[in-house]
């Protein structure tokens, strides 16, 4: 039997999901669903058909099509890709497959950590794993959470914002992921515990500890406060896939600390931060709790992936090779206009240069696309039929582009 998949949810053909062939492409029965609610609106039965055609779909991804579906949009970061991959297949093979086995042994859920530096795919990664899967994900901050009480976002609203991703369909978001991003700025104020109310740091990590393990939690549908004269909506957090992510500066240093890099002594120099290469993939939670994330919490993120700092060749990776590349969607945009875009090789590693020395990550591209290009697009229907190439010289020094005139083929 030939391996095909859903031209559009990528889902691999079986018995319980047919797909239906067209002129090289393929559709599957969820997608198939889906089309005709958006064209003859919805109803109890196919809600409730497309909700068990999507756990058919999700528990048929394998780590390997995961991770490849990834790649698809995640250049580099091959070792955490394989680790999120791995955990997101575990994760809803035991929503979906745990009653194949007759057996009392309950799987736990396995969360996941990611640290990296900023613009370098935390966020991209769980965004594209909500996608392939077809389930609703919120994603927050955790810089603006507090205690209950305080002033600040209450820890339960995260929640909120994931019922709304799934329209108001609870069960639909009892089975989606959160991920919280910049959970390292809520460690306490050190490892030892502070004798005053840490309200943003080691208060929310307790509150978080209640949703990330697995409980039913009463949440305000609309968001907001929660006083006693409201209804609630109750989550169980069983099967939601907690992503968490954060740069954690500083962490190197502990790092080091423990290897023991700093030499004492006569006839040895002192290396500079510059000179000293941390490998953080040999982080392990006690160092996440020297960082100031209680054990508690740690222990219940066990799967930890480390992504890396992007160097100037998978800056320009980035630019150009993923299916929503900066390069083919600007390209896209200037060809509405009948205009052909072009980059020279140089010009991309100029504007990746121009990304690391701004320290922002694949993020802060662009931004520099932008600048580059505003000048440009200002008068760029004036240049139908032309091609325009973009010269190193445009990136660093803000010349004019390369306007050819594009031959007309004589019919």
């Given at each position: 039997?030939?391996?095909?998949?859903?031209?559009?949810?990528?889902?691999?053909?079986?018995?319980?999901?047919p797909l239906i062939a067209g002129q090289g492409v393929y559709i599957c029965k969820n997608c198939v669903y889906s089309a005709y609610k958006?064209?003859?609106?919805?109803?109890?039965?196919?809600?409730?058909?497309?909700?068990?055609?999507?756990?058919?779909?999700?528990?048929?991804?394998?780590?390997?099509?995961?991770?490849?579906?990834?790649?698809?949009?995640?250049?580099?970061?091959?070792?955490?890709?394989?680790?999120?991959?791995?955990?997101?297949?575990?994760?809803?093979?035991?929503?979906?497959?745990?009653?194949?086995?007759?057996?009392?042994?309950?799987?736990?859920?396995?969360?996941?950590?990611?640290?990296?530096?900023?613009?370098?795919?935390?966020?991209?990664?769980?965004?594209?794993?909500?996608?392939?899967?077809?389930?609703?994900?919120?994603?927050?901050?955790?810089?603006?959470?507090?205690?209950?009480?305080?002033?600040?976002?209450?820890?339960?609203?995260?929640?909120?914002?994931?019922?709304?991703?799934?329209?108001?369909?609870?069960?639909?978001?009892?089975?989606?992921?959160?991920?919280?991003?910049?959970?390292?700025?809520?460690?306490?104020?050190?490892?030892?515990?502070?004798?005053?109310?840490?309200?943003?740091?080691?208060?929310?990590?307790?509150?978080?500890?209640?949703?990330?393990?697995?409980?039913?939690?009463?949440?305000?549908?609309?968001?907001?406060?929660?006083?006693?004269?409201?209804?609630?909506?109750?989550?169980?957090?069983?099967?939601?896939?907690?992503?968490?992510?954060?740069?954690?500066?500083?962490?190197?240093?502990?790092?080091?600390?423990?290897?023991?890099?700093?030499?004492?002594?006569?006839?040895?120099?002192?290396?500079?931060?510059?000179?000293?290469?941390v490998d953080f993939s040999l982080v392990e939670p006690d160092d996440l709790v020297s960082?100031?994330?209680?054990?508690?919490?740690?222990?219940?993120?066990?799967?930890?992936?480390?992504?890396?700092?992007?160097?100037?060749?998978?800056?320009?990776?980035?630019?150009?090779?993923?299916?929503?590349?900066?390069?083919?969607?600007?390209?896209?945009?200037?060809?509405?206009?009948?205009?052909?875009?072009?980059?020279?090789?140089?010009?991309?590693?100029?504007?990746?240069?121009?990304?690391?020395?701004?320290?922002?990550?694949?993020?802060?591209?662009?931004?520099?696309?932008?600048?580059?290009?505003?000048?440009?697009?200002?008068?760029?229907?004036?240049?139908?039929?032309?091609?325009?190439?973009?010269?190193?010289?445009?990136?660093?020094?803000?010349?004019?582009?390369?306007?050819?005139?594009?031959?007309?083929?004589?019919?």
């Amino acid at each position: 039997m030939i391996n095909r998949h859903c031209s559009f949810c990528k889902a691999a053909e079986s018995e319980s999901n047919p797909l239906i062939a067209g002129q090289g492409v393929y559709i599957c029965k969820n997608c198939v669903y889906s089309a005709y609610k958006i064209m003859f609106g919805d109803d109890k039965n196919a809600k409730q058909e497309n909700r068990e055609l999507l756990e058919k779909t999700a528990e048929l991804l394998t780590p390997k099509e995961l991770d490849k579906f990834l790649g698809q949009y995640i250049i580099g970061q091959e070792r955490a890709r394989k680790l999120v991959s791995v955990a997101v297949y575990n994760h809803y093979k035991r929503i979906f497959r745990n009653d194949t086995v007759d057996d009392d042994t309950e799987i736990q859920k396995s969360n996941v950590l990611l640290i990296g530096p900023t613009g370098s795919g935390k966020t991209l990664i769980a965004q594209t794993i909500a996608r392939i899967l077809n389930v609703p994900i919120a994603i927050a901050d955790a810089t603006s959470l507090t205690e209950a009480g305080y002033v600040g976002e209450d820890v339960e609203n995260i929640l909120t914002k994931l019922l709304q991703a799934a329209d108001g369909d609870v069960k639909k978001a009892e089975q989606g992921i959160v991920f919280i991003d910049e959970v390292d700025k809520i460690s306490r104020m050190g490892e030892n515990r502070s004798i005053t109310r840490d309200v943003s740091g080691e208060g929310v990590q307790q509150a978080l500890l209640k949703i990330v393990e697995g409980s039913k939690v009463n949440i305000p549908p609309k968001g907001g406060r929660k006083h006693p004269n409201q209804e609630f909506t109750t989550i169980d957090t069983t099967n939601i896939l907690f992503i968490c992510g954060g740069a954690f500066d500083g962490l190197e240093e502990i790092i080091q600390r423990k290897q023991g890099n700093n030499i004492l002594g006569f006839g040895h120099e002192k290396k500079t931060k510059k000179e000293k290469e941390v490998d953080f993939s040999l982080v392990e939670p006690d160092d996440l709790v020297s960082y100031g994330l209680i054990p508690e919490l740690v222990g219940r993120l066990p799967i930890i992936a480390t992504l890396e700092e992007i160097d100037e060749d998978a800056m320009v990776r980035i630019l150009r090779e993923p299916k929503n590349s900066l390069v083919k969607q600007y390209q896209k945009l200037f060809s509405i206009d009948d205009v052909e875009l072009t980059f020279e090789e140089e010009a991309l590693y100029a504007i990746a240069k121009k990304a690391i020395e701004r320290k922002t990550g694949a993020r802060g591209l662009r931004a520099i696309m932008e600048e580059t290009m505003i000048d440009i697009m200002y008068e760029l229907p004036e240049y139908a039929g032309y091609e325009i190439v973009i010269t190193k010289e445009v990136i660093e020094n803000g010349e004019k582009p390369l306007y050819i005139k594009k031959q007309k083929i004589a019919s």
